[in-house]
């Protein structure tokens, strides 16, 4: 049974960057796609992007110029990197495994980011 | 991109009663293999959201039968036959059919 887990500062300084991995266990990255999604304090989710292996990205486009996401296949892991950050980006980082139907299947458990100086 | 629109936002329901919930996409998310690009989520509280139904009306693995998805192309419902205390939470739809990928605002299903 795969599982992820999310990992990086939960305290992050306005107009620093942002830099979460999530690590996966029971299943390998190169198979499927990965993607990060984001909730604020108190409302919905908020779809970032996605990684395959072979390093496809696709991003939406309300982050596009800020946002990057890898995978390092040697670690089975994958990670967000989100620069520039303001208190808008304050939220649960989630990552999920991602079907190739699109389907988000398998989540981690979240990783609360706060922006505050 | 796709905008999603669910309702109601809130729905209070009494146990082993019915409930219904709405999802309407701003354009079809039917696809060319014949398969609706429509999932719906289950967030219970202080919990990550998880898959209940995939391609419109398929339930993932281990979703009990009480729930039940239907709809094609824009219109589509999730229903719970007779609601249990454990269904508490926020239902969310999303459509996959294109990135970016993206959600309704959230239904929150609460027990009366």
């Known amino acids: 049974q795969v599982q992820l887990q999310e990992s990086g500062p939960g305290l992050v300084k306005p107009s620093e960057t942002l830099s979460l991995t999530c690590s996966v266990s029971?299943?390998?990255?190169?198979?499927?796609?990965w993607s990060w999604i984001r909730q604020p304090p108190g409302k919905g989710l908020e779809w970032i992007a996605y990684?395959?292996?072979?390093?496809?990205?696709i991003y939406g486009p309300s982050l596009k110029s800020r946002v990057t996401i890898s995978l390092d296949a040697s670690k089975n892991q994958f990670s967000l990197r989100l620069d520039s950050v303001t208190a808008a980006d304050t939220a649960v980082y989630y990552c999920?495994?991602?079907?190739?139907?699109?389907?988000?299947?398998?989540w981690g458990q979240g990783a609360v980011v706060i922006v505050s100086s | 991109d796709i905008v999603m629109t669910q309702s109601p936002l809130s729905l209070p329901v009494t146990p082993g009663e019915p409930a219904s919930i709405s999802c309407r996409s701003s354009?079809?998310?039917?696809?060319?293999?014949?398969?609706?690009?429509l999932d719906w989520y289950l967030q219970k509280p202080g919990q990550s959201p998880h898959l209940l139904i995939y391609?419109?009306?398929n339930r993932a693995s281990g979703v009990p039968d009480r729930f039940t998805g239907s709809g094609s192309g824009t219109d589509f419902t999730l229903k719970i036959s007779k609601v249990e205390a454990e269904d508490v939470g926020v239902y969310y739809c999303?459509?996959?059919?294109?990135?970016?990928?993206?959600f309704g605002q959230g239904t929150k299903l609460e027990i009366k």
């Open positions: 999920a495994r991602t079907l190739y139907i699109g389907s988000l299947d398998t």
């Open positions: 029971g299943g390998s990255v190169t198979d499927f796609f």
């Open positions: 990684v395959a292996s072979g390093g496809r990205t």
């Open positions: 354009q079809s998310v039917l696809h060319s293999d014949g398969n609706n690009y």
């Open positions: 391609f419109g009306s």
């Open positions: 999303m459509q996959a059919l294109q990135t970016p990928y993206t």
